[in-house]
């Protein structure tokens, strides 16, 4: 098994678990194991090696086709492996504050070239794009020490072409150009919360909130018109959610009283 310091990692599909630390050593290392099951009984090897990255690239299969997602914890000189690899970085700062763990020091990444985006990851919170991006680009602030080391704009290009980059789909999404892919939302400007900003990347990454998205597009089609969908009925979407949580709860009620009876 190889423990260590990312959520996962995942390869041309293939998905590797590598864990999290939950607030371990930075030390920790990747336990190779290796064996033959002999009569029922394993004969198990343990050898400490290299740290992840650093042994996946020792493998030889670190390369452009991964995307390593929550690079909580990572020892000098990861990020260059990575960058020279040509490897995706996915950075989920809600999900990570949630669960307490570790704030990562983005600059290294952003300094080494790594291709490097954001995620939600965040099922029980808002899903909130802007929010994410605008949380990332604060705690990086707080990193450094430094208003400017982080901008809004920064924090747009991590939540649009640095997330396409990080998936190896720059070529088609992250921006809006002649033969892109015609991802977008339009904004409500008027709204209060974006009212009072002069700068557009301020105005969207510092104050957006789902509630000013007006409508969306997905690769040229519209799903969002006017703030309610085209191709969902959304009461009966929530009916449904209502109903299976309903029953969800009715088990587990249901479970508990057995088993303490």
Do not use: K
């Not at 990444?109 to 939600?120: F, K, M, N, Y």
């Not at 409508?215 to 959304?234: N, Q």
């Amino acid at each position: 098994g190889l423990g260590g310091r990312f959520g996962f990692g995942v390869r041309h599909g293939l998905g590797l678990g590598l864990g999290f630390r939950f607030g371990l050593s930075a030390t920790l290392r990747v336990l190779l194991r290796t064996g033959v099951r002999v009569g029922g009984e394993a004969d198990v090897e343990v050898a400490i090696v290299h740290d992840e990255v650093e042994h996946l690239a020792h493998l030889g299969v670190l390369d452009d086709g991964w995307l390593l997602a929550h690079p909580v914890h990572l020892e000098p000189g990861e990020e260059e492996l990575i960058a020279e690899a040509g490897a995706g970085v996915s950075y989920c700062p809600v999900s990570n504050l949630s669960l307490a763990l570790q704030t990562p020091d983005l600059g290294r990444l952003r300094e080494s070239g790594a291709r490097l985006g954001i995620g939600l990851d965040h099922p029980n919170g808002s899903n909130d794009l802007a929010a994410t991006a605008r949380t990332a680009v604060l705690l990086q602030r707080s990193i450094d020490g430094a208003v400017g080391s982080w901008t809004a704009a920064d924090a747009l290009d991590l939540a649009t072409h640095g997330g396409a980059a990080a998936i190896e789909r720059d070529a088609q999404l992250g921006r809006l150009d002649i033969g892109m892919a015609a991802d977008l939302q339009v904004l409500d400007l008027d709204d209060a919360a974006l009212a009072s900003y002069e700068r557009m990347p301020h105005r969207v990454m510092l104050a957006a909130h789902p509630g000013t998205v007006m409508d969306v597009a997905v690769a040229g089609s519209w799903r969002i018109l006017d703030g309610s969908f085209t191709h969902l009925d959304e009461a009966e979407i929530i009916a449904d959610a209502r109903e299976a949580r309903e029953r969800l709860r009715s088990l587990i009620v249901g479970e508990g009283a057995a088993s303490s009876g």
